[in-house]
Every structure is written in structure tokens, then in C-alpha cells.
């Protein structure tokens, strides 16, 4: 069964210190992984698609990175206006849908 | 602008009172898909379809019903509502083009099942 797991639940920084977020997941085939950005009361915001093991794409402090099982959300000396739930989602090769994990609900402290 | 829209924003009815969602998208998206979020649960899949009058069943589809009849549109009907259909709900869409792309999603429609 394909699976998706988002770990911590819940993650606070203080502004200006590194963390990562982990999505591990389990997919006949992994066709793409994708990481959203979602505010209170509105929907998802697209950030990454990765495709491969090995692949990495950077957007001003967020890096992803993808492994055979798990990617990675690095955050680079946050500020409070990065405070949001990351979301990620799979998609398998052997179907269109798209599984989404519960969240990382991320609060920067100034 | 690029958008989805979703209608309504905020809905409240009682048990086995039909309702309609209507989501529409302008930018020409093959795919669209509707998700329901619940606190613990995260986003889950109802339905989606690859094009007009393709559709098919997501993680969560019992008690709801889709139709793509033009392209821009896919609205999500319940026709009996339960109070566990209670929840938030989205649309998205995308493109298919060389494989899947990021998804763009709708402001979100609040549903209370009374």
C-alpha cells in the first residue's frame, strides 16, 4: 500500500536556526515527490517536484533532497514569515492518484 | 489571472439535503482532482479525472460523485450528505505534459454537515 509519513509533527525554531523535515514514503515506483507549503485557511502552495534519488532543487532558504525512501526539506536560518504546515505527496508510476502525508506544522519564533 | 475557484467558500446544510461544490480552473488543466482535509488525517483523495468525461475513484470516494464535462469544470456533488462528510475541502488542477506537474489548489470550501 503506498504510504507517506511526515515527521515531527510539529517543528519550533527559533529565527535564523537550521532545521530539516522528513517525508518517508513507500510507493510501488515512485513516479514524482512534491512539497507544498500550506498557510491557515488556504490551500497548498506548489514548491518542489523531485523525480529521482539523488536529486536536489533549491528555493530561497528551502532545499529538497530525495533518497530511495525519504526526502528531506531543509530550512536554512528560517524567518518568522516561513511559519506554515509543509506538506508532501507522492505520486506511484502505477496509477494518477496522489498521496499526501499529515503535515509538518513549522513555527518560527522571532 | 491563473486561478482555481471554488463555490462556495463556507457551507452549512443538514443531513440528506443534495449539495453541489463547484470548482472551475483557467488554465487549461488536463487533470483535476478533489481532496478533503481532516485534522490527523491529512489530505485525502476523493476523485480525479485525466479529461472531459474521464474520472476515476480516489482513497476516500463513497458518498460523493464527480463529473467532467468541459474542461474547466468538475464539481463535486454529495447527494445524500452525512455529518461525517463533514470537513474542508479542495479542488486542484495540473497539467500532464511529459508527467505530472505541481498542482494548483483552490481556496478551499468549508462543508458542515448538520
Known amino acids: 500500500e503506498d504510504q507517506v509519513t511526515q515527521s515531527p509533527e510539529a517543528l519550533r525554531l527559533q529565527e535564523g536556526e537550521s532545521s530539516s523535515l522528513n517525508c518517508s514514503y513507500t510507493v510501488s515506483g515512485l513516479r514524482g515527490l512534491f512539497w507544498y507549503r500550506q498557510d491557515p485557511g488556504k490551500g497548498p502552495e506548489f514548491l518542489f517536484t523531485?523525480?529521482?534519488a539523488g536529486e536536489e532543487k533549491e528555493k530561497e532558504r528551502l532545499k529538497a533532497t530525495l533518497t530511495k525512501k525519504e526526502s528531506f526539506l531543509h530550512i536554512t536560518a528560517p524567518k518568522p514569515e516561513d511559519s506554515a504546515t509543509y506538506l508532501c505527496?507522492?505520486?506511484?508510476?502505477?496509477?494518477?492518484?496522489?498521496?499526501f502525508g499529515t503535515g509538518t506544522s513549522l513555527t518560527v519564533i522571532p | 489571472e491563473a486561478q482555481v475557484t471554488q463555490n462556495p467558500r463556507y457551507l452549512i446544510t443538514v443531513t440528506g439535503k443534495k449539495l453541489t461544490v463547484t470548482c472551475s480552473q483557467n488554465m487549461n488543466h488536463e487533470y483535476m482532482s478533489w481532496y478533503r482535509q481532516d485534522p490527523g488525517l491529512g489530505l485525502r483523495q476523493i476523485y480525479y479525472s485525466m479529461n472531459v468525461e474521464v474520472t476515476d475513484k480516489g482513497d476516500v470516494p463513497e458518498g460523493y460523485k464527480v463529473s467532467r464535462k468541459e474542461k474547466r469544470n468538475f464539481p463535486l456533488i454529495l447527494e445524500s450528505p452525512s455529518p461525517n462528510q463533514t470537513s474542508l475541502y479542495f479542488c486542484?488542477?495540473?497539467?500532464?505534459?511529459?508527467?505530472?506537474?505541481?498542482?494548483?489548489f483552490g481556496p478551499g470550501t468549508r462543508l458542515t454537515v448538520l
Open positions: 505527496a507522492v505520486q506511484a508510476n502505477t496509477g494518477n492518484q496522489f498521496y
Open positions: 523531485l523525480y529521482s
Open positions: 486542484a488542477s495540473s497539467l500532464i505534459l511529459g508527467g505530472y506537474n505541481e498542482q494548483f
